[in-house]
């Protein structure tokens, strides 16, 4: 069975951007901006946050935290072994949904014996 670490090198960098991008792209929801009014918080062409939110440039990680502030985040950077559970943290609008969906029966119920798990 292959290893994630025969992935490319380009696999992880895609992951990793283009949750950033949605990430963006969910706070400039959140708080009901515009690209053009991100554009002017960051100091940028609506041109240039079009090309970082369709994924068709590169961007530095000072780039990254100055977007989220400008969107109201705070940029979190995290490196764990590929063998290491990966722990998610959902907004409130996600935790709804999946509540929901947990009811419908559509969604498998919490672990209750699960490290971290709630009631």
Do not use: C
């Amino acid at each position: 069975m292959p290893s994630r670490q025969d992935e490319p090198l380009e696999y992880w960098v895609d992951a990793a951007t283009f949750g950033f991008e949605d990430d963006l792209e969910r706070l400039l929801e959140r708080r009901g901006m515009s690209r053009a009014e991100l554009a002017r918080e960051y100091g940028s062409s609506t041109a240039f946050i079009s090309k970082v939110l369709n994924g068709s440039t590169n961007y530095t990680l000072k780039t990254m935290a100055r977007l989220g502030r400008a969107v109201g985040g705070v940029l979190q950077v995290r490196l764990v072994h590929e063998d290491d559970e990966v722990v998610r943290v959902l907004s409130l609008e996600e935790a709804e949904l999946l509540d929901s969906l947990r009811e419908e029966g559509r969604a498998a119920p919490v672990d209750s014996g699960a490290a971290g798990a709630v009631e």
